[in-house]
């Protein structure tokens, strides 16, 4: 039986794009929810909890790094993006295994802080390639409903290493948390390995090639010819990517990318040591909000983001998501007298999740339409690692912030970063220009 081309079979396609999204969005839940609130439970610090998330993110700030290197180095004999992909996995699962023979991960921060770095090396890797396997692949007119549906499984992932191994680790503790994670990323392993991106690719370095009559005959389609051009070099990419940034639509894009989700990132410690330190939540309760129904709540979100950026436009939904966002976080400041009211801090955790899933979708749209395509691997990574970016460096302010403005005024000042990026958006479409390639 021959493998299937994802190049050629537009639903397996997206359900191997999402599966890899649910792939990096797993750890992303451990981290910030599962972890986060073990650690809360132990009585650590917001600066704690801070740090860690801060170590965890950093990676994926510096992920533009390997635009440019796998974009110069893919291996046209098992696919571009492919080979990366599955060597990026061997190492998530690797560190995984390595956390999970840890007698007590929360209490030797140190080790696992090196672990989660690594961790989140190998799963930013994974990030680069899958998003350049995506534009690699995906038609025009997929891209907005495919971004949503990718990033929707994002939250799903986040799901699972929020709310589902928050519970398997009230129940087992967290080294069996770490074992269902590591089952998980193996299991979805399997789907690159057993596929290939396009037809006459090798599967396994003693697979057969097989070649069909197009290429026999030399009839390429005009997607699978540019896929065996020999890639240019790293500095011919690198130069590509400066002149792209001189337009004034990619820069002000770049700018917006930096604040996108730094208004969230400033809050996310906080909110854990709010709920669970302060509020008296549980680390299952709070594991089953913010990594259960909220996350669920954002994965809607996200696939309606990506549906409405194709209707109405990925700038009108992003604005309007970031505008309501910003009202959100006022609202929650100032209303301290509220936040015993279990229902009503649920519902504010379910639509700001919401919201927040819709804007990064709409976000991913903005960011296919504004990449230049000769280099819109690399431009795009470059755009994700500034989100990045944002919010591990603004994850460091959160202890600092709520030491000196308190929680209140630190909500409204994360309502001000995200109104300000209402702003901005409507430069990425007033100062666009097409470009030549």
């Known amino acids: 039986m021959q493998p299937y081309a994802l190049s050629e079979h537009r639903i397996i396609r997206i359900v191997v794009l999402c599966a890899l999204y649910v792939a990096q969005g797993v750890p992303f839940g451990f981290l910030t929810v599962t972890l986060a609130a073990a650690m809360a439970a132990s009585g650590a610090e917001t600066e704690a909890i801070a740090s860690v998330f801060a170590l965890g993110t950093l990676?994926?700030?510096?992920?533009?790094?390997?635009?440019?290197?796998?974009?110069?180095?893919?291996?046209?004999?098992?696919?571009?993006?492919?080979?990366?992909?599955?060597?990026?996995?061997?190492?998530?699962?690797a560190t995984l295994v390595a956390m999970a023979m840890m007698p007590d991960p929360v209490a030797d921060l140190r080790t696992l802080g090196i672990l989660v770095v690594l961790h989140n090396i190998c799963n930013s890797l994974q990030d680069v390639c899958v998003d350049a396997m995506a534009i690699d692949l995906l038609p025009p007119k997929d891209r907005g409903k495919a971004s949503g549906l990718m990033y929707g499984a994002k939250y799903g992932g986040t799901a699972i290493g929020g709310g589902g191994l928050s519970i398997v680790a009230g129940l087992g503790g967290m080294p069996l948390a770490y074992v269902g994670m590591i089952v998980v990323i193996a299991g979805i392993a399997l789907l690159p390995l057993l596929t290939i991106e396009?037809?006459?690719?090798?599967?396994?370095?003693?697979?057969?090639?097989?070649?069909?009559?197009?290429?026999?005959?030399?009839?390429?389609?005009a997607e699978e010819s540019e896929a065996e051009v020999p890639p240019r070099s790293a500095l011919a990419l690198l130069r590509d990517l400066a002149g792209a940034f001189t337009v004034p639509a990619a820069i002000v894009t770049a700018v917006v990318a930096l604040l996108a989700t730094a208004a969230s990132g400033l809050l996310s410690p906080i909110a854990t040591n709010l709920f669970v330190g302060d509020l008296g939540w549980s680390q299952e309760e709070y594991g089953a909000a913010t990594g259960g129904a909220a996350v669920f709540a954002g994965l809607a979100g996200a696939v309606m983001g990506g549906?409405?950026?194709?209707?109405?436009?990925?700038?009108?939904?992003?604005?309007?998501?970031?505008?309501?966002?910003?009202?959100?976080?006022?609202?929650?400041?100032?209303?301290?007298?509220?936040?015993?009211?279990?229902?009503?801090?649920?519902?504010?955790?379910?639509?700001?999740?919401?919201?927040?899933?819709?804007?990064?979708?709409?976000?991913?749209?903005?960011?296919?339409?504004?990449?230049?395509?000769s280099i819109a691997a690399t431009q795009f990574t470059a755009y994700m690692a500034l989100m990045n970016l944002g919010v591990a460096g603004i994850y460091t302010l959160s202890g600092p912030f709520e030491a000196r403005f308190g929680v209140q005024t630190t909500y409204l000042i994360a309502a001000g970063i995200q109104f300000s990026v209402v702003l901005l958006v409507p430069f990425t479409l007033v100062f666009r220009t097409k470009t030549k390639v």
Request: net charge positive.
């Open 59 to 93: 990676p994926w700030a510096l992920k533009w790094v390997w635009g440019p290197f796998v974009d110069r180095f893919g291996n046209s004999r098992f696919g571009r993006r492919r080979p990366w992909i599955l060597v990026a996995q061997t190492g998530m699962i």
């Open 198 to 221: 396009r037809p006459g690719d090798l599967r396994f370095p003693w697979s057969k090639v097989v070649v069909d009559r197009d290429q026999e005959t030399g009839n390429l389609p």
């Open 307 to 373: 549906f409405l950026a194709d209707w109405i436009g990925a700038r009108r939904v992003f604005a309007t998501c970031s505008l309501v966002l910003a009202l959100m976080f006022a609202v929650f400041g100032l209303g301290d007298a509220f936040w015993e009211n279990r229902m009503l801090v649920w519902g504010y955790l379910i639509i700001e999740s919401a919201l927040a899933g819709c804007l990064n979708a709409a976000f991913f749209a903005i960011c296919f339409g504004v990449c230049r395509p």
